[in-house]
């Protein structure tokens, strides 16, 4: 049987890992929203070829 110590902190360093993910994750999101928005801007200025 496991220390529950060691479990804990097992758990603990889990969870601030994947803190770092989400955060780095929530980074790419912004970034990515604002290439969106300039691709878009991009479009609408862009002549149809069609």
Known sequence: MQDISEVIRKKQAQQA???QQIEALQGAVKELDAV???LEESELSAPSLG
């Open 36 to 38: 969106k928005h300039l």
């Open 17 to 19: 890992q994947l803190t």
